[in-house]
């Protein structure tokens, strides 16, 4: 086996973690900015709502449209998790650094956890108003209602 420099070894594998660290967040953020965006889309756009109040198969397919990558975010996060553990044993194995020098760049698994939380949590409510097209509707009414008061019984647009 080829002997290894520690400095080069300790280098490539912080490189490797730091990388991790800022592709779960950048992945997270990005990932809930774009649910929220089709959430509010959803919400907000009456062509949507009545698109989708015409079959529930729609309103299931686009429930599916949630539900996929939440699990593939949340696998993916899982697997990143995994793999920082890995090259933090690796990193104590090496011994060069002392752990204080790099543990910041681990994610504690109660953050990764809630930010996963964060993340997942439009899908969650973009599930349930597919599924539950009552609520939704009962929102619209609600807003509606509450548009037309403000507008003295105009329609708004």
Same mark, same amino acid.
């Given at each position: 086996?080829?002997?290894? %420099?520690?400095?080069?070894?300790?280098?490539?594998?912080?490189?490797? &973690?730091?990388?991790?660290? @800022?592709?779960?967040?950048?992945?997270?953020?990005?990932?809930?900015?774009?649910?929220?965006?089709?959430?509010? !889309?959803? &919400?907000?756009?009456?062509?949507?709502?009545?698109?989708?109040?015409?079959?529930?198969?729609?309103?299931?397919?686009?429930?599916?449209?949630? &539900?996929?990558?939440?699990?593939? *975010?949340?696998?993916?996060?899982?697997?990143?998790?995994?793999?920082?553990? %890995?090259?933090?044993?690796?990193?104590?194995? @090496?011994?060069?650094?002392?752990?204080?020098?790099?543990? *910041?760049? &681990?994610?504690?698994?109660?953050?990764?956890?809630?930010?996963?939380?964060?993340?997942?949590?439009?899908?969650?409510?973009?599930?349930?108003? @597919?599924?539950?097209?009552?609520?939704?509707? %009962?929102? !619209?009414?609600?807003?509606?209602?509450?548009?037309?008061?403000?507008?003295?019984?105009?329609?708004?647009?």
């Amino acid at each position: 086996m080829q002997e290894v %420099n520690p400095r080069e070894a300790f280098d490539h594998l912080y490189s490797a &973690l730091r990388e991790y660290q @800022l592709r779960f967040i950048e992945s997270s953020l990005k990932g809930t900015g774009f649910f929220i965006i089709c959430l509010g !889309w959803g &919400l907000t756009s009456e062509r949507a709502q009545s698109f989708l109040a015409t079959d529930p198969k729609f309103r299931l397919a686009g429930a599916i449209g949630f &539900l996929l990558p939440s699990l593939a *975010y949340i696998f993916l996060s899982a697997r990143m998790l995994v793999v920082m553990r %890995n090259i933090d044993r690796e990193l104590i194995a @090496l011994d060069y650094f002392p752990r204080a020098y790099y543990s *910041y760049r &681990l994610m504690e698994l109660r953050y990764a956890i809630a930010t996963m939380i964060v993340a997942v949590a439009p899908c969650i409510v973009g599930i349930y108003l @597919l599924l539950a097209p009552s609520v939704a509707r %009962n929102y !619209w009414d609600h807003h509606r209602s509450d548009a037309q008061h403000e507008t003295g019984g105009k329609q708004a647009h």
